[in-house]
């Protein structure tokens, strides 16, 4: 079946849990890319690396939760000694796991998969924004192309413009829509994804127990470019923010993201609660907002709204974790694009 979104997912607890809790057919449509990130940092702790066992531990992960499932396997955010990279490809070799090629990049994955006797059925080349208004990007494209000895059929091309949370889309649309038509002119490639991320990288503004809506461009941004080249397809960052922040990350307040049609709705609670009340106080109060509003799905439509909904009843389970929070709302994110993505196909 021809895939219809890609979401692009750091390989972290909460996401790789939101891709196993997948309806099977919401996976049928879903081919992830998956970006293997640089461990987590703690303040006043040792630089942690990517030695051999966060690698394992991060590699059997993915692999648990994709199941059988193909996906694209982004390395180019961590750095990876060639032993790394052997102990990835043998583990990966009998699932079909395709590598993405950062072209700002020397080093890729793909050389070190032929190496050691992995052959992809497919490979995912990554081009950034600037690629756009650069003339000799296709003579670039076929440079490359040539040196992995591939056919064009074989390559996934993703244009990852990032974070466009902040940009004017109507003046965006008319650069992307020319380049693609350029692409489309002048290669046989297997799927062109144009992807892009729209939610903020703080919710700072945010204030506690109310609805905040920010616009999801990067929806608005593809339903535009896709009228003037309808070949394309979607990949987003879901509820997550693109841009790449380093060093110690911040724990904030509980809060829920939820993706309507065109918007996502924020709720989010206090950093301190002057009550003593536990977390699970606070995501309680929090689902509750969601039910009440007029957008909510309803418990049957993905795992995490199930889980939502778990959390209004009386006597409810445990409500989770930051992790178990950011999968639920990529479930639900998912499900709802790919719904989406059906209605316009």
């Not at 979104?5 to 099977?24: C, H, N, Q, R, W």
């Not at 796991?97 to 032929?114: E, G, H, K, M, W």
């Not at 003339?135 to 064009?152: A, K, M, V």
Request: aromatic residues 10%; contains cysteine; glycine residues 4%.
């Amino acid at each position: 079946m021809k895939k219809l979104y890609f979401p692009i997912l750091k390989a972290k607890v909460g996401e790789l849990t939101a891709i196993k809790e997948l309806s099977d057919d919401i996976r049928t449509s879903v081919l992830p890319i998956l970006q293997l990130p640089e461990p987590n940092q703690s303040f006043n702790k040792p630089l942690r690396t990517a030695d051999s066992k966060y690698v394992s531990d991060r590699i059997k992960a993915i692999k648990k939760s994709v199941k059988k499932m193909p996906f694209i396997l982004d390395t180019s955010l961590i750095a990876l000694e060639p032993e790394l990279e052997r102990l990835i490809i043998c583990y990966f070799s009998d699932i079909d796991f395709y590598p993405l090629i950062d072209i700002s990049q020397s080093r890729n994955i793909y050389q070190a998969c032929l190496k050691h006797g992995y052959t992809p059925k497919k490979i995912c080349l990554k081009l950034s924004g600037y690629y756009i208004s650069d003339i000799n990007t296709p003579i670039l494209l076929r440079q490359i192309i040539d040196s992995l000895g591939c056919e064009e059929t074989d390559i996934i091309l993703l244009l990852d413009l990032e974070d466009i949370s902040a940009v004017e889309i109507n003046e965006l649309a008319a650069p992307v829509s020319s380049f693609f038509t350029t692409i489309n002119n002048e290669f046989n490639f297997n799927t062109i994804i144009l992807g892009t991320g729209a939610f903020p990288s703080s919710l700072a503004g945010v204030l506690p127990w109310q609805y905040y809506y920010y616009q999801r461009r990067d929806w608005k941004l593809y339903k535009m470019v896709s009228r003037e080249v309808p070949d394309i397809q979607f990949g987003d960052y879901t509820i997550n923010a693109a841009a790449i922040t380093n060093g110690p990350s911040f724990r904030g307040p509980s809060s829920i993201r939820y993706t309507l049609d065109d918007n996502f709705v924020v709720v989010k609670g206090i950093l301190t609660d002057p009550l003593g009340q536990p977390p699970s106080a606070q995501h309680i109060k929090l689902s509750k907002l969601i039910v009440q509003n007029a957008a909510y799905k309803g418990l049957n439509y993905s795992w995490g709204d199930k889980h939502i909904h778990r959390c209004t009843q009386p006597l409810q389970p445990n409500t989770g974790n930051h992790s178990t929070w950011r999968a639920v709302g990529t479930s639900h994110h998912v499900t709802l694009v790919v719904e989406a993505l059906s209605k316009l196909a």
